[in-house]
């Protein structure tokens, strides 16, 4: 995986975690939440199960807020640092440190479904 594609995909999982955190709260109106966080993750250059792969590894802290505007709708934004370096075949290396600014919100007009955005920076 492109290392740009995989720090894309942690703030994105972080969105969703978030958004199934708020389909599950009964939050009041006009109340802002939000979390500082740390994770990382990291990718073996080979295993039992799966094929080799140049071995990567990724860690980031966040920074996540949102705001319960009315019964229908609530907005939020992260803000996101992560460091990351993969291994290459040939014994080089590339690092990369990247922060990534998201907007997310979600809309519920009082039935079953809701409708979910986000728009990374």
Do not use: C
């Not at 599950?24 to 990718?43: I, K, L, Q, T, Y």
């Not at 590339?94 to 079953?112: A, C, H, K, V």
């Amino acid at each position: 995986e492109d290392q740009l594609q995989r720090q894309h995909q942690a703030l994105t999982r972080l969105h969703d975690r978030r958004w199934l955190t708020l389909l599950g709260s009964n939050r009041p109106v006009g109340s802002f939440d939000g979390e500082v966080g740390a994770e990382g993750e990291v990718s073996p250059d080979s295993g039992f199960d799966m094929p080799g792969n140049p071995e990567s590894r990724r860690a980031g802290v966040h920074l996540l807020g949102d705001y319960r505007y009315s019964e229908a709708l609530t907005l939020g934004g992260s803000l996101a640092f992560q460091r990351s370096r993969d291994k290459l075949d040939h014994g080089g290396r590339i690092e990369g440190d990247t922060w990534q600014l998201g907007l997310f919100g979600l809309y519920n007009d009082g039935g079953p479904e809701w409708l979910a955005g986000e728009l990374n920076l």
